[in-house]
């Protein structure tokens, strides 16, 4: 019999969280968890679903990454670790994990508030399950039915080490992700390192037993002009099919000045990203790349850091370092993405 | 559908009487007893507590106050802090311990006292790590304190996932039902109000006060009500521009709850005698039957009852509590007996002693005979049993004349009378709780070997002894003490003139009573038999 698990590798605009939304509200009988990595992608499933039945149903719960991590991996067992009930306070998200500590000192593990470094809690979670001859998953066992969880790729380290206890589980579970969307995050974890980003479909590929791997490449969202410009920051991987077969009178990618921003934004109101807080926007409210994750609009106009902007000209990806980034930002536009270029 | 819900265990600490504190409890029912002041009702509110958070209807941390923590504990801290200003506060913690709940995840795991992976609540009561600077500067003067400052804590309500929990993640739903009638303002009873409110279904609630509240409205559409409103605002100007007038409240603070009141017969619930009140209150809550989940804890049914009403009352409970569980507080021997000695809990400081394995014979037995005073037994430090009222009266007299002038009740030992029970049927029960028991009786003409074989069972257990003379020619209490005492001394004491040893035995055989008050409080020095002296060592 396959596995009833099911992992979705899909890129930008397949409607992947569309999915996860419509198979969490398929089975009313089901006990249903959704997590996902960022808080703006929890918010955003939290309102599609809101959207779709007025209030979210009793048997659907929609948590974060961390959140989960946290509360039903990690807290409910910890004192299998360190001896010690009620001792984890919650999460440290900037301290880093202390170098040269060993494992077997809380102190690898907590900050002296006994809030655990986000690089330990799967770690955490793990040891707490093993300790525990696996009363961690048990319990996750009686919770849930089905765990569904958008944003696969952003897993990384001892993440995989838990998602792999749970594709064992009884739990079913369905993970989407897009692995050319991978954030970076510093970790100096070195754990499942060569699984990061695009590898984790190796580290799915090598579960066929306890997975089907489903690979969706076409985009509902982007026209054939972004889905190319898109698809060759990845050469890796599978092209991506474009759905969008919607006229316009400007699509593709361009480059634009300075000085023309202001007659371009009233042309054509593009939504604007930043690099990050430090780009000149000239007064537009502008989004970060990061936080536009998963959202969709007609055109972005896309104020680059230098490293993307040189890409964009030469197209040279060997001395490219950001590929996810850009890639993300472009293909947030349905229709038309544009950089500005500060110098001209 | 939810599994029944079955509180497994209770620890306590710091809360109130119990500095620590742990009860285990039958699936079904349980009958807690105990002295005064050992807590019955605190274990009952302690449960009610760990499973709503609130106290006396209101939320826990708003009523926050020193007195919650145990006396001991409060003068253990603030001795201690007199020499080290770093001593710790005291801190409150109750959990309550539940059978299995696959599904309420939330309590599940091992961040409890015991440790081990179980589904329960923790209600901890602590320092506010937020207030802590507020408290060191609080405590630098340690004369200053006196009692654990509350004011700086906080109540900590979590699943043994370590989790937060809300009164929806309980699975376990408890009614607690009091005698003690408590009235809000509007003269409702606080327990009916949530009584009724439990009984009744998430959409009748909704209904009941759409309706109270457009009976509300109607109020003001009243031609009587209009003419007062009409006449008010015309004073206008008086003493404000704005218009006066008069209205119901129809605030949410207002609602069916505090204004409604149940009526029985067309009489208004409060004027109802206090002993029916109290019944019905104990059905309503039993009667509950929109899960299993749900947890009777009632404190003293046998107040403001008839015996008659208490044996139906008592029934009832019993028959309606098949599936549920349920904790009753008692003081009353025949509360006990009717609900089956089995389930009773003898309270203690630290914990309870249970009597599971009575044999079921004597359960039964005092099941149908469930005057007698079993209760008294269970409460007594130790206890002599005697055959009756005239072995109970010499036996205290004995106890007097070897113990200074002491009543035995005095020293804690009750002499109880088993008036013609099989001595065998207490002795089960005193078995079971190791209670130091003396037995007192006539041998009735058997001899030593015939009785002594009669409570073999009993008497390996060094707290139990069975007393009785090894003569059998003096076969009842009145020769034997006739015998100890001599002929002429006891016709002083009784003002009689028998010449003879067995005239004086027919007369005392008649007059057992009177005889034995006589003896009981004469002056005169009395020799006691030899069985009855070695019983009130």
């Not at chain 1, 958008?150 to 380290?157: S, Y």
């Not at chain 1, 509902?220 to 410009?229: A, M, V």
């Not at chain 2, 081990?116 to 901890?124: A, K, N, P, Q």
């Not at chain 2, 000695?341 to 630290?350: A, T």
């Amino acid at each position: 019999m396959p596995s009833s698990n099911l992992v979705i590798i899909a890129a930008a605009g397949a409607r992947k969280t569309e999915r996860v939304v419509d198979t969490a509200l398929a089975d009313p009988t089901k006990r249903t968890l959704i997590v996902t990595y960022t808080n703006e992608n929890q918010r955003e499933i939290t309102a599609r679903i809101q959207r779709k039945t007025g209030v979210i149903p009793a048997n659907v719960e929609v948590m974060g990454w961390f959140a989960f991590l946290i509360n039903e991996c990690a807290r409910p067992f910890q004192r299998s670790v360190f001896g010690q009930p009620h001792y984890l306070r919650r999460l440290n998200f900037i301290g880093n994990k202390p170098d040269y500590i060993a494992k077997t000192n809380p102190a690898y593990f907590f900050d002296r508030h006994h809030d655990i470094y986000r690089d330990g809690v799967s770690d955490f979670a793990v040891l707490a399950n093993t300790n525990t001859n696996a009363s961690v998953i048990r319990r996750l066992e009686r919770a849930y039915d089905h765990i569904l969880i958008d944003e696969v790729q952003d897993l990384t380290g001892f993440d995989l080490d838990l998602l792999d206890l749970l594709l064992r589980s009884q739990i079913e579970i369905t993970a989407v992700g897009d692995p050319r969307q991978f954030m970076i995050r510093t970790t100096n974890a070195t754990r499942n390192r060569k699984y990061c980003g695009t590898g984790i479909v190796d580290w799915f590929k090598e579960r066929a037993d306890i997975c089907q791997l489903e690979e969706q490449c076409y985009s509902y969202r982007c026209r054939k002009e972004i889905c190319e410009f898109a698809d060759a920051l990845f050469p890796a991987m599978p092209d991506t099919e474009s759905r969008n077969n919607s006229e316009d009178e400007h699509v593709g990618t361009f480059v634009i000045g300075a000085t023309e921003v202001t007659a371009y934004v009233e042309k054509y109101t593009p939504t604007i990203l930043t690099y990050d807080k430090n780009r000149d926007t000239q007064g537009f409210p502008g989004m970060n790349i990061g936080m536009a994750k998963g959202s969709t609009h007609d055109r972005v106009l896309i104020f680059p850091s230098g490293t993307m902007l040189a890409y964009v000209k030469s197209r040279d990806l060997a001395k490219f370092r950001e590929p996810s980034k850009l890639y993300v930002a472009v293909t947030r536009a349905r229709f038309s993405a544009t950089f500005v270029d500060p110098s001209t | 559908m939810r599994k029944r819900a079955v509180i497994k265990k209770i620890i306590i600490k710091n809360y109130r009487i119990f500095q620590d504190f742990e009860l285990a409890f039958n699936e079904k029912l349980n009958i807690l007893v105990g002295d005064n002041d050992i807590g019955k009702s605190t274990v009952v509110e302690a449960i009610n507590l760990a499973l709503t958070s609130r106290l006396n209807g209101k939320f826990l941390a708003q009523e926050l106050t020193p007195y919650l923590f145990n006396a001991l504990t409060t003068s253990d801290y603030v001795s201690k802090l007199a020499s080290d200003p770093k001593t710790t506060p005291p801190e409150i913690i109750i959990e309550v311990y539940l059978e299995d709940q696959p599904g309420s995840e939330i309590l599940c795991g091992s961040n409890s006292l015991d440790g081990t992976e179980s589904y329960g609540v923790r209600l901890r009561i602590a320092l506010d790590p937020d207030f802590a600077e507020e408290y060191s500067e609080f405590i630098s003067d340690p004369t200053q304190v006196s009692l654990v400052p509350t004011e700086y804590y906080k109540v900590e309500w979590l699943g043994f996932s370590g989790n937060g929990i809300s009164y929806r993640s309980i699975p376990a739903t408890a009614s607690l039902i009091d005698a003690t009638t408590i009235r809000l303002q509007s003269g409702a009873d606080f327990y009916l109000q949530g009584i009724i409110g439990e009984h009744l279904t998430k959409k009748e609630r909704v209904e009941l006060s759409r309706s109270y509240r457009s009976l509300r409205e109607k109020f003001s559409d009243n031609e009587s009500v209009k003419t007062v409103n009409t006449k008010l605002s015309g004073t206008k100007g008086d003493v404000s521009n704005k218009t006066l007038s008069l209205s119901i409240d129809i605030s949410q603070r207002y609602t069916w709850e505090s204004s409604l009141a149940a009526h029985l017969d067309d009489l208004p619930f409060q004027f109802i005698g206090k002993g029916e009140q109290n019944t019905l209150k104990i059905l309503l809550a039993l009667n509950r039957k929109i899960d299993d989940t749900h947890i009777v804890l009632i404190e003293e049914p046998e107040n403001h009852l008839s015996f008659s009403s208490l044996n139906i009352l008592v029934s009832k409970i019993a028959e309606k509590c098949k599936d549920k569980q349920v904790i009753v507080t008692t003081h009353n021997s025949y509360v006990l007996n009717k609900l089956g000695l089995e389930n009773l809990i003898l309270l203690n400081d630290s914990g309870g002693v249970g009597i599971r394995d009575l044999p079921d014979t004597t359960q039964d037995y005092f099941k149908k005979l469930s005057g007698y005073d079993t209760l008294r037994l269970v409460l007594a430090k130790s206890a002599i049993l005697v055959e009756g009222p005239s072995d109970e009266l010499i036996v205290q007299r004995a106890y007097m004349s070897a113990h200074s002038g002491k009543l035995p009740i005095e020293d804690g030992i009750d002499v109880i009378n088993v008036r013609g029970l099989a001595f065998s049927r207490f002795l089960d029960i005193a078995k079971l709780l190791k209670k130091k028991t003396a037995v007192v009786r006539d041998n009735d003409g058997k001899d030593k070997a015939r009785l002594n074989k009669r409570y073999e069972a009993y008497t390996t257990e060094d707290y139990l002894t069975v007393h009785f003379s090894t003569d059998t020619s003096l076969k009842t209490l009145e020769p034997q003490l006739r015998s100890a005492n001599g002929r002429e001394l006891l016709n002083t004491i009784f003002g009689t003139t028998f010449a003879s040893d067995e005239e004086l035995d027919d007369y005392m055989e008649d007059n057992k009573t009177t005889c034995a008050l006589a003896l009981f409080s004469t002056k005169e020095q009395l020799n006691m038999p030899d069985y009855i002296k070695n019983a009130v060592q």
